[in-house]
């Protein structure tokens, strides 16, 4: 684990942040979905992702063409319970996830899922995301539809065929019952503080790997 500098550690008790360390340094360069759903025109649709700490899943999902709005929160427990202290605990079966909302005609679902499995998470991390350890940091698609839980149960068994990763993925893929909104403070939050050390260190290499990777899906800022 790497040393917390004496201002790190002030950051993550002001904040209760996610920890800092072991962020991930080698995305997957995945393929595309071979079962997706075609680019048409039609409402706005929404996806639901938990992979870590959400501040970096925002992040990565809104510097992606397509996407038009991208908000931290909770999903998988009740409203009770979708407070960020009481999260933490890893005792209400919430996961911090992101609610992305993305233009059906721009970009597919399938699409959506590569950026996640590849560069906004590890998948094959169990119920952790490098140093965040606790179930609210689990791998999880929370599908807002029948299709979009095929859609993500086809890649994974997509990705596990072709053996994408050297470990296997633990990416749970469960129906949305509900997205709750993180607080305030929570949202835009690698944009509102680019110079965190978390945040350097874990969450900016992530924008990097995007641009790299897929550099006709990324947008800037």
Not at 33 to 47: E, F, H, I, R, Y
Not at 118 to 139: E, K, M
Not at 176 to 197: R, T
């Amino acid at each position: 684990m790497v040393r917390r500098s004496t201002l790190a550690v002030a950051l993550v008790a002001l904040v209760g942040a996610c920890s800092l360390a072991g962020a991930r340094s080698n995305p997957v360069a995945l393929p595309n979905a071979k079962l997706d759903a075609p680019l048409a025109a039609g409402k706005d649709q929404v996806a639901v992702f938990a992979g870590g700490c959400f501040w970096g899943l925002e992040a990565v999902f809104e510097h992606v063409k397509g996407v038009k709005d991208v908000v931290s929160g909770y999903s998988g427990g009740s409203a009770m319970t979708a407070h960020y202290q009481v999260v933490g605990t890893g005792q209400t079966g919430h996961a911090e996830s992101v609610r992305v909302v993305y233009d059906p005609k721009l970009i597919s679902y399938g699409q959506l899922l590569k950026v996640y499995f590849s560069v906004a998470h590890d998948p094959t991390q169990l119920n952790r995301q490098a140093p965040d350890v606790g179930t609210q940091y689990r791998s999880e698609v929370f599908a807002a539809s029948a299709e979009q839980q095929k859609l993500a149960n086809a890649y994974i068994a997509q990705l596990t065929a072709s053996k994408a990763f050297d470990a296997p993925i633990v990416t749970k893929v469960e129906p949305l019952k509900a997205f709750y909104p993180a607080e305030a403070y929570h949202q835009d939050y690698l944009s509102l503080h680019p110079n965190e050390p978390y945040i350097v260190y874990n969450d900016a290499p992530k924008l990097v790997h995007l641009k790299q990777l897929y550099p006709q899906m990324y947008k800037g800022s």
